[in-house]
């Protein structure tokens, strides 16, 4: 597990949990603001850096010793803990432990880029395609690029009302599709954009076709902002990604 893998979670939970929403969309709203400059590490005695008292930095650091010494190792599952000083009231110490989900890691074909989604989001994309049965389906793809780390998130999908499909041929179509990009933009307050597409090859191969390649360059000609376009391909038993790039 990341520690970016907790950030996007909860873009995820954002916008797949209505119970979330409005807190979540405040939070992302205030982050989209802020700075570096309000957390200033210095390089030297004559450059500027962030005052934090040493009783702050002993309690973290105590309470971050405790949890090392006595964390059970055999325990496999993805867990945060974020601990709070003066939260409450003054003197006030919690800490809250927080559950991950599986977040899976896939190659991207022929690129140095690697491909991260939740467990269950990859298991949704599974559940489209076996239940479209012999004809094609699929959806867009909304997450986010690392490009410092050559990392791209995958973190929802939609399903336009639209869609048509055969056993050979998809049209995806775009039922709903403008609500549901604002809705999520305006809920992460831009961090989730539309970054591909994925569809389903029932009985082939995960290879992109001619018609997949032709396809995904004239919707990255035409729609993308970051000369970057991703396609997955799923046929029900493996999955492959690729990205389409003008910088290749």
Known sequence: MRLSDYYMYLLRICVTNSEYEEDFCQWFKT???YTLDKVRIGEGCHSNTMVLGD???STHAGIASNLIRNHNYNNQNNEIYLSFLDYDWPGSCHTDRISLPDFKQYDVDSSEWKVRLPKDLEDLIRVQS????KNETGGYLMGCWDIKRKVVYILHTFVPTDIRGTHSKLT????GWKNEIDRVQKLTSGSLRYIGDWHSHPKGSTKMSNIDVESCATTLYSEMDNNRFL???CNNDQLSFNIISLNT
């Open 130 to 133: 076996r239940r479209a049965g």
């Open 55 to 57: 009783d702050l930095i």
């Open 172 to 175: 995806l179509g775009t039922g």
């Open 231 to 233: 396609c997955l391909i």
């Open 31 to 33: 982050e989209s603001s």
